[in-house]
């Protein structure tokens, strides 16, 4: 690319244009780097290290997007639910950013927490506190933490199984569509009751 057409990054948003890039690089499944980001983005192979000391911490940079951009997803045209089916669409919405992320996604949860990174910290807290929230709206006399954590880690088994296809669907939206049918059945299960 000549010089004269690349975008001439300054002091005020550097750090976000090599984020989108990176998300642009990792999304489009290309492995980067430090220095292919600088490329990519037009700037030099040493203008990144101002915002990020190694590729861990771009890459925790990456991962703490993603938990704000799923907390977005998670809150998008809904209040937070009151009804087993509504916390069913939450569930469902959480395995529709998997599948349509999946990059991201594995990136967000495939490495440790940089629990150093306050950005990525407050990132999943964030989640986490939605996540209660809804609990505590359908099953009011209930632990939220505990069942905030069971439902987590039930949605997120059920991504996982779909990423790694270990249960098949035709479409994304054949998946979600049986997410939540899935959901709806554990959630309203009664102990004791014959569901059938």
Aim: hydrophobic share 45%; net charge negative.
């Amino acid at each position: 690319m000549p010089a004269s057409t690349k975008k001439s990054y300054h002091h005020g948003d550097l750090r976000a244009a090599l984020l989108t890039t990176a998300m642009r690089m990792l999304e489009r499944g290309e492995s980067f780097s430090i220095r292919a980001v600088a490329r990519e983005a037009g700037v030099s192979a040493t203008a990144p290290y101002r915002h990020f000391p190694d590729r861990d911490a771009l890459e925790s940079a990456l991962a703490a997007q993603g938990l704000r951009d799923l907390k977005t997803d998670l809150s998008r045209d809904r209040d937070l639910p009151d009804t087993v089916e509504q916390l069913a669409d939450l569930g469902a919405a959480y395995v529709e950013f998997a599948l349509r992320r999946p990059a991201l996604f594995r990136l967000m949860f495939g490495n440790e927490c940089d629990h150093e990174s306050d950005e990525r910290v407050a990132a999943a807290a964030a989640v986490h506190e939605l996540l209660a929230a809804a609990i505590t709206g359908v099953f009011p006399d209930s632990d939220p933490i505990d069942l905030a954590l069971g439902g987590w880690g039930l949605v997120h088994g059920m991504a996982c199984l779909y990423l790694d296809r270990k249960l098949a669907s035709p479409s994304i939206d054949d998946t979600v569509a049986q997410v939540r049918s899935s959901l709806i059945a554990v959630l309203a299960a009664q102990p004791g009751t014959d569901q059938r």
